[in-house]
């Protein structure tokens, strides 16, 4: 009976666990799907915004998987330097799937950037969706937000929209979601008044989705401004006629948007376009004091070109959202410029040549692209490939229970029951506070609540 063990727990590798057990080619195979985190979903939990109520349900459909009778979550289960080398972990399974994202994010690598206030988005949304890494990094301590008036974005992409969105975004708004108390404390006590999200290129080219982006003009108190100027300078606006339907549909928002009078709301949304960052500044207090663009424009082949002229807003808090990229696993082969791990069709490749047994699907296959929903094919070429590899697999002589290998290399699994008593806990944690269902924000909380069902 083949047994695969499948490292990580959001979409990447539900879906790869999901192809497993629901195909025929090879009958009864077992799947262990493994994360570092004692919590399943990955991204969907720790990366979704909290208002994103329906893309967060996509939590049913992936437990669904995860509750399958050949199927079993081990969490708190670290692969890699100081924990389990991928060689031992192969040891006790047929074939390892490795779906481990892209947990860097890429930097602006502009003078200022290291400047206190200056972070990336992705430690942002870690840090108001109560990730456990938060604290244990020391991330802004105080909360991001504390004495901010005015923050920039830097990026035109969904996590952009996102961030953006929950800077403006009223503390009644966000009070039935499952934020974390601590964070929404903070956002309670926010000052913010005017959020600048910028893209270096122009409108037709900004890698938001339209429904994301008319998100942004329904938030209460709030309007979204943006310079009819900035938009001409994008000669896809005048006529988007030839855009993909995505970016027309964009373009018409933006356009509807240029051409509303503003209103005066307590609160401002400005889109700015052909910036690029060039350095942020530091204000009185050490802190970043605002942003420093370089206005751009286009060069006639798709991209933009510098023109000299340069513009700063002023700002406390900058996040950047420019991508993200793949970081080594110590133990796989690692491609530094694409920040993959490389393969053909799933299989691992050491000196060009497919390694037995070792696999990998989502963004550290293919690179940060596509959405949710591109994962479900991406995951099902590589078990189309470990399938046909199966019959040499197999032959392969294996533990008993491979659980017992993991506990034998010091690991302390937390199996489903335990996952099932955090959300017990996080139930009964908004209770108390009178709201809904509230994430345990640290380790030491999910290690209590996972307890709870004699792990």
Known sequence: MLHVAVVGSGPSGVYAAQSLVQQDQVPGVRV???DRLPCPYGLVRYGVAPDHEKIKSLQSSLRT?????????????????????????????????????????????????????????????????????VLTDGFEQDGFVRGVESAVVIGVGNVAVDVARILARGVTELLPTDMPDAALGVLAGSRVREVHMV???????????????????????????????ELALDPAYVDPSGLPAASRRNVEVLRGWAERPA????????????????????GATGRVGGARFERTLPDGRGGVAGSGRYEEIP???????????????????????????PHAAGRVLRDGAPSPGEYVAGWIKRGPTGVIGTNRPCAKETVRSLLDDAPALVR????????????????????????????????????????????????????????????
């Open 199 to 229: 893209g270096r290129r122009g409108p037709s080219q900004a890698r938001f989705t339209t429904k994301e982006l008319r998100e942004l003009g329904s938030l209460p108190d709030t309007e979204v401004l943006v310079d009819p100027a």
């Open 263 to 282: 209103r005066g709301l307590p609160r401002r949304i400005r889109l700015r376009f052909f910036l690029r960052p060039v350095a942020l500044t530091a």
């Open 315 to 341: 700002a406390q808090l900058v996040l950047r959202s420019v991508g993200y990229r793949g970081v080594p696993l110590d133990g796989l082969p690692f491609d530094p410029e694409r920040g993959t791990v």
């Open 32 to 34: 262990d799907v493994l």
């Open 396 to 455: 392969r002589e294996l533990p008993a229970d491979p659980l017992a290998g993991l506990r034998a290399a010091g690991l302390r699994p937390v199996e489903w029951p335990g996952w099932l008593a955090i959300e017990r806990a996080e139930a009964e944690l908004g209770r108390s506070l009178g709201r809904g269902v509230v994430k345990i924000p640290d380790w030491a909380g999910l290690r209590r609540a996972a307890q709870g069902a004699g792990q």
């Open 65 to 133: 998987v995860l509750e399958h009778e050949r199927v079993r979550f081990l969490g708190a289960v670290e692969i890699g330097p100081g924990a389990l080398p991928p060689a031992r972990l192969l040891g006790l399974y047929h074939a390892v799937v490795y779906c481990v994202g892209a947990a860097a994010d890429r930097r602006l690598g502009v003078p200022g950037e290291e400047l206190p206030g200056s972070h990336s988005a992705t430690e942002f949304v870690s840090w108001y969706s109560a990730h456990p890494d």
